[in-house]
T-cell receptor
Framework: DAEITQSPRHKITETGRQVTLACHQT?????MFWYRQDLGHGLRLIHY???????NKGEVSDGYSVSRSNTEDLPLTLESAASSQTSVYFC????????????FGPGTRLTVL | GQNIDQPTEMTATEGAIVQINCTYQ??????LFWYQQHAGEAPTFLSY????GLEEKGRFSSFLSRSKGYSYLLLKELQMKDSASYLCAVRDRGAGSYQLTFGKGTKLSVIP
């Protein structure tokens, strides 16, 4: 069965360190998305990609970067982790039909100390 | 930009019916999605509306009025497992746009 996976599921890091969160999907979807979810804010879009070598900034992109070198993967990098980036991160993917829903990965809980 | 509003919390009784409302303001509209999210888990897709009217899927139904910028999710015959957060999300009309803007979610508690 097709799926979308994230790793690690939990991560504790220190302020200033570079952190990369992995996202891998086997749906063969062109569209991939990264969100963060915080109490009181809901899901907010960080970056998204509509295909290989395509990346776009979302609502809360400062301090984050992504790259898309193949269809299956969209890693999210925190260049210099800050305590404000403590959050739960979800990756999602979707097809390109107007009614296609986004399928979400299980999430990564990141704590920046 | 988009503004999406839904109640923060609701409580309902097992076996009852509950309606969760969502209002939105958007510069363009290209569909509305409802997701369910249990605590500590990922959101899962429930329904999609792009035209006015009611879409029914078993115990869950979703309604859309584009002229009013309004949708609701109707849950019938509530079960304890329906205790979760329900997220309303809107897709913008921009060409080739697939990203969603999510509301903050409504936490539903089902009590015996």
């Amino acid at each position: 069965d097709a799926e979308i996976t994230q790793s690690p599921r939990h991560k504790i890091t220190e302020t200033g360190r570079q952190v990369t969160l992995a996202c891998h999907q086997t749906w063969n979807h062109n569209n991939m998305f990264w969100y963060r979810q915080d109490l009181g804010h809901g899901l907010r879009l960080i970056h998204y990609s509509y295909g290989v070598h395509d990346t776009n900034k979302g609502e809360v992109s400062d301090g984050y970067s992504v790259s898309r070198s193949n269809t299956e993967d969209l890693p999210l990098t925190l260049e210099s982790a800050a305590s404000s980036q403590t959050s739960v991160y979800f990756c999602a993917s979707s097809g390109t039909s107007g009614s296609d829903e986004q399928f979400f990965g299980p999430g990564t809980r990141l704590t920046v100390l | 930009g988009q503004n999406i509003d839904q109640p923060t919390e609701m409580t309902a009784t097992e076996g009852a019916i509950v309606q969760i409302n969502c209002t939105y303001q958007t510069s363009g509209f290209n569909g509305l999605f409802w997701y369910q999210q249990h605590a500590g888990e990922a959101p899962t897709f429930l329904s999609y509306n792009v035209l006015d009217g009611l879409e029914e899927k078993g115990r869950f139904s979703s309604f859309l009025s584009r002229s009013k910028g309004y949708s609701y999710l109707l849950l019938k015959e509530l079960q304890m497992k329906d205790s979760a957060s329900y997220l309303c999300a809107v897709r913008d009309r921009g060409a080739g746009s697939y990203q969603l803007t999510f509301g903050k979610g409504t936490k539903l508690s089902v009590i015996p």
